[in-house]
């Protein structure tokens, strides 16, 4: 609540009347709200707010050791101790470290991104270049990240509730374009992570969970209510496999916001889980038989009333299927299109408005706060998205036929956002050949 009150522009220390979670269970009994009525009173009429307003520029902290060892281990003490740290090893965000990193940007560090929820944190590029470099990042990956965080800050993602609620959404970054290779972001053979020949997504998003904590003030149980946390280290930043789609399909960012085809950009989609759904038959099925089943077995998973994607259900998403290229190619020689895909998933996971009553789903279709998705309390069976567009799909991961991927959304919108790169952008990728090894095809180990 504190962090949602200063997001909004009043004092942090706000009046504030305290009760235990257990008064809210179904149930309970409220009767203590008007038993302190006066504590309500005095906090609208008499509170007064002794909160000063901090520097707008925070000094550099200092830290020494007898050695660079014992130093850097010194500063990850105080980086913990100050809740800054995500729990893992951080790099010092020192003054060098950030310049090297906004190399990436041709921004001027001060341009202001927008105000980080719920805290409303001012978010600048500087900003994202500090966590960049405490998570390890490079100049390189500066400008996916300058974008996802572009994206995240559209209001249309509510990304104010998202950054608090107890289910735990986290950020999904799908990149397409030429810039996913350039910078050795994974689209293939264990795309989420990890992947020491391609780092860049984990240190992406980690540094995008590291805004989230220190500048939204998503701390759990304080900042964020999410009961089980989620990928909360690296969040989800992948490419979509555009060389291994098949003749005639579009890549994701073309077909959802778009953008055209060899541009590069960002899409971001906020997932509450992850379930692996094996796609591949296990005798000696026809191609066709093996298509239908692993398509009914993805409907199927898809089919479930725990309504995580009613937030997305006019404009967002229900959630991300990933499919690996081999099953893309298989599917397109047996004539499926990446519509026709989505038109079988949408028609094949509505739910019987009976298992949705069983599961006590219609009350949260009735209050919730668009009317579109109300209206579709009378829908029997229930689809779970207004249309079959919504449904996300993306052609990446390994080439091989066992094993889709269902990231479950929690998304009231999906929203794109251009890549744009600095003029030296060249000279940064010569910089990462020499730093990490050649980068090319001809060099990953496969």
Known sequence: ?????????????????????????????I?????????????????????????????????????????LNKANHLLLTHLWGDGLPLWPATRERVDWILQGTALPRTHVIGKFPPRGGVTTVETCAIALGMAGGRPEYLPVLVAAVDACLDPTTGFD???????????????????????????????????????????????????????????????????????????????EDEAGLP???????????????????????????????RRRGAKKETPEEDVQNGLWRMADFMRTPNLAALAGYEKGTPGVMMISPVVAQTMAGLGWTKPAIRQFLWENSKIPM?????????????????????????????????????????????????????????????????????????RLLADADRDLGCGSDACVIQ
Not at 182 to 193: A, D, P, T, V
Not at 255 to 272: C, K, M, Q
Not at 356 to 377: H, K, L, Q
Request: proline share 9%.
């Open 1 to 29: 609540m504190k962090n949602a009150v200063s997001g909004v522009g009043l004092a942090p220390d706000a009046a504030m009347v305290t009760f235990p979670i257990a008064m809210f269970l179904p149930g309970s009994d």
């Open 31 to 71: 009767a203590p709200v008007r038993q302190r009525k006066r504590e309500f009173y005095d906090g609208l009429t008499r509170w007064h707010s002794e909160f000063a307003q901090a520097a707008a520029e925070s000094p550099l902290l200092s830290v020494e050791g007898a050695n660079y060892e014992e130093a």
């Open 161 to 239: 509730q998202l950054q608090a609620t107890s289910g735990g959404p986290f950020p999904v970054v799908i990149v397409n374009g030429p810039v996913a290779k350039q910078i050795r972001l994974n689209s293939g053979f264990g795309l989420l992570g990890p992947d020491p020949q391609r780092p860049a997504g984990a240190s992406i998003g980690r540094a995008l969970r590291l805004l989230q904590q220190n500048v939204g003030g998503a701390l759990p149980g304080i900042g964020t209510m999410a009961i089980f946390g989620a990928m909360r280290y690296t969040n989800a930043v992948f490419a």
């Open 247 to 277: 003749e005639g399909w579009l890549p994701h960012a073309t077909e959802r916001h778009g953008f055209e085809p060899g541009s590069n950009s960002i899409s971001l989609v906020f997932a509450s889980g992850v379930t692996n759904v």
């Open 354 to 426: 009976a298992q949705m009553r069983r599961a006590g789903a219609p009350a949260w279709i009735e209050i919730d706060a668009n009317p579109v998705t109300r209206e579709s309390i009378s829908l029997d069976p229930w689809p779970i998205c207004l249309k079959p567009e919504n449904i996300v799909l993306v052609v990446a991961g390994g080439s091989h036929p066992t094993h889709s991927y269902w990231l479950q959304a929690h998304s009231p919108s999906v929203i794109g956002r251009p890549v744009r790169l600095p003029e030296s952008f060249d």
